[in-house]
């Protein structure tokens, strides 16, 4: 019969254990790649939670941002007669959207991490960043989707004689979409440490990300604000604003900017990006050492 220090010894020398974090800015990547099974099948749960039970189901990715385009076509175009020069309308908004659908699907599942996950949380111990990790993957298959979806209508308005063409600068796009998940990675940490504690956020975030989208050129071209000088500085402030315009530029212009700061408005965007997943990860990392008690 064996003896009870047996029974305690670890078996075949493999042994788990878990410590707090010792530092707000450290990630355990090893970690990270042990759970990576977990990743695949979180990847696997939001893509396909999200609609299931619906008639339309995965197409609703597609359909929600043309109907967004097609609504503010006749909104701000037909009716508030912004002017999108010899770009059709309903392609120019098309094409804003999909950095701009992928930055705020990121953000709103990311920011309800610690919310919606607590009863998970409490039972059984995860790296917590694995969660909205797992949420701008998933995010990934739908904004490819709505990718699709905009071929298909480039195709049509480029045989129909539109003034829009891609160059050899299209393969610029990866970097432009892997910095939005960057930059919307950063502001769903930073959102999901402060709604553990402050709960109200989880209302105030969906009207952030209206006025944000307002804020950035989704639905009229930069110009429009840089012709306004008490609304230009926004051009720089917001780090969404060169992505959404370069993108377009890259799609339906062959990559010619359409100012000349466009580089440097990228590159302070990138360097935003960078700070904001800094702060990100040292908020969520503080936060998730109590989220259990406080969620």
């Not at 355990?28 to 609609?51: H, M």
């Not at 008639?55 to 701000?76: C, E, K």
């Not at 990100?280 to 259990?292: I, K, Q, Y």
Request: charged share 10%; hydrophobic share 50%.
């Amino acid at each position: 019969m064996p003896d009870a220090s047996s029974k305690e010894s670890p078996q075949n020398g493999y042994e788990i254990i878990i410590q707090p974090s010792r530092g707000w800015l450290r990630i355990n990547w090893r970690e990270l790649w042990e759970y990576r099974d977990l990743l695949r099948i979180l990847v696997r749960r939001d893509f396909l939670a999200k609609y299931k039970q619906t008639v339309l189901g995965p197409l609703w990715f597609v359909i929600q941002p043309l109907l967004t385009a097609l609504v503010m076509s006749i909104a701000f175009n037909r009716i508030g007669g912004v002017d999108t020069g010899r770009i059709p309308d309903i392609i120019f908004n098309l094409c804003a959207l999909l950095p701009w659908s992928y930055f705020s699907q990121n953000v709103t599942t990311g920011a309800a991490t610690f919310t919606a996950n607590s009863h998970l949380f409490g039972k059984v111990y995860f790296p917590r960043l694995v969660v909205p990790a797992a949420a701008s993957i998933s995010n990934m298959f739908a904004l490819a989707l709505q990718f699709i979806v905009f071929v298909a209508f480039y195709l049509y308005y480029a045989f129909s004689g539109a003034d829009i063409h891609m160059g050899a600068s299209v393969l610029l796009i990866i970097p432009l979409m892997l910095l939005t998940g960057i930059l919307s990675l950063g502001v769903s940490l930073l959102i999901a440490a402060s709604t553990a504690k402050y709960r109200d956020l989880s209302h105030l975030t969906p009207v952030l990300l209206q006025l944000w989208m307002f804020a950035s050129p989704v639905f009229y071209p930069m110009a429009k604000m840089e012709h306004h000088p008490s609304f230009s500085w926004l051009c720089w402030a917001n780090p969404m604003a060169p992505i959404v315009e370069a993108t377009r530029d890259i799609l339906l212009s062959g990559g010619a900017w359409a100012t000349p700061q466009m580089p440097q408005m990228l590159v302070t965007s990138a360097l935003t990006a960078i700070l904001a997943l800094i702060f990100g990860v040292a908020a969520f990392n503080r936060a998730e050492r109590t989220v259990v008690d406080s969620v």
